[in-house]
C-alpha cells in the first residue's frame, strides 16, 4: 500500500523500516516534518537525487537540501564548520534551520547542482528524525511541491502528478504549516539569510552577534 498512516509522536518501528528501506533501495518517500511534508531519497544516491528532481519539475540548477540525523554526517558532507554554523546548531539544532555549507566535492554532483554548497538541517520531528536514523544516511528533505508550487501541510492537498510518482507516503496527519526552515547561508564573510521561515533573522542574528566578533571564520571541523 502507498499509503500508510503513520504516529507523529510515536512512529511505528515497521513503518519507518520500510521507507528506509525503500530510501535504502533508491526510492523516494514522502514523510513530514515540522511545517510542511518532504521528499525523502539517499542524498548518497545521484540516480535517487535525480528522481527527486524530476518528481518536482525542480530546474537541475537548484541544489536540494538534506537532512542528517547526527553531527558526525558534517565530516562526509561539508568542507569545514565555520564558527556561526557552530553558534546556529548548538542554539537552533534540532530545528527549522537549514545551514549551508561549503560542500565537499565527493558528493553527488546534481545534489549541490554544481553550486559547491549544500544546505543541511537536523529534524525535530519524530517521523523525519527517526527515518533519516533508520536509513543510516543522509536524506534529501526538500518540500513534496511542484517546484514554483506551495509546499502542503496535508497530504490531500498533494498534487497528484507527485503522489503518483511516489514508492510510500507516511502521512502523519495535519502539519504546522507556514514557509518551512529558515535558510542560512555561512559560507560569505557575513551569514545571509537567504529565506526566513520558521525561525526569524532577528533571533537568528541575535545568537550571531557575540560569535561573529571574535572574527575566526575559518574553524575547521
Known amino acids: 500500500m502507498k499509503l500508510s498512516k503513520i504516529n507523529p509522536v510515536n512512529p511505528q518501528p515497521d513503518l519507518i523500516s520500510k521507507a528506509a528501506g525503500i530510501i535504502k533501495r533508491g ?3 514522502l514523510f513530514p516534518t515540522k511545517c ?3 521528499l525523502g531519497a ?4 545521484a540516480d535517487a537525487v535525480n528522481k527527486v528532481f524530476r518528481i518536482k519539475q525542480r530546474p537541475f540548477n537548484k541544489p536540494l537540501s538534506v537532512l542528517i540525523n547526527d553531527l558526525t554526517y558534517l ?3 561539508v568542507r569545514f564548520v565555520p564558527p556561526a554554523a557552530s553558534s546556529i546548531i548548538k ?3 534540532p ?7 561549503e560542500a565537499k566535492d565527493t558528493l553527488p554532483v546534481n545534489l549541490t547542482a554544481g553550486t559547491g554548497k549544500i544546505g543541511i538541517r537536523l529534524p525535530k520531528h519524530t517521523v523525519a528524525f527517526a527515518l533519516v536514523n533508520e536509513a543510516g544516511c543522509p536524506i534529501t528533505g526538500t518540500s513534496a511541491n511542484i517546484s514554483g508550487n506551495a509546499g502542503c501541510s496535508r497530504v490531500s492537498d498533494l498534487d497528484f502528478l507527485i503522489a503518483d510518482k511516489l514508492d510510500l507516503m507516511l502521512d502523519a496527519g495535519q502539519l504546522e504549516g507556514g514557509r518551512g526552515s529558515t535558510v542560512v547561508d555561512v559560507t560569505t564573510d557575513l551569514p545571509e539569510i537567504l529565506r526566513e521561515g520558521a525561525v526569524s533573522a532577528k533571533d537568528i542574528f541575535a545568537v550571531l552577534k557575540a560569535t561573529l566578533k571574535q572574527g575566526n571564520r575559518h574553524a575547521f571541523f
Not at 530545528?95 to 555549507?101: A, D, E, H, L, N
Open 36 to 38: 510542511l511534508y518532504g
Open 95 to 101: 530545528g527549522s534551520i537549514t545551514i549551508v555549507f
Open 75 to 77: 565530516e562526509k558532507l
Open 91 to 93: 542554539n537552533f539544532w
Open 42 to 45: 539517499d542524498a548518497f544516491n
Open 27 to 29: 526510492g523516494v518517500v
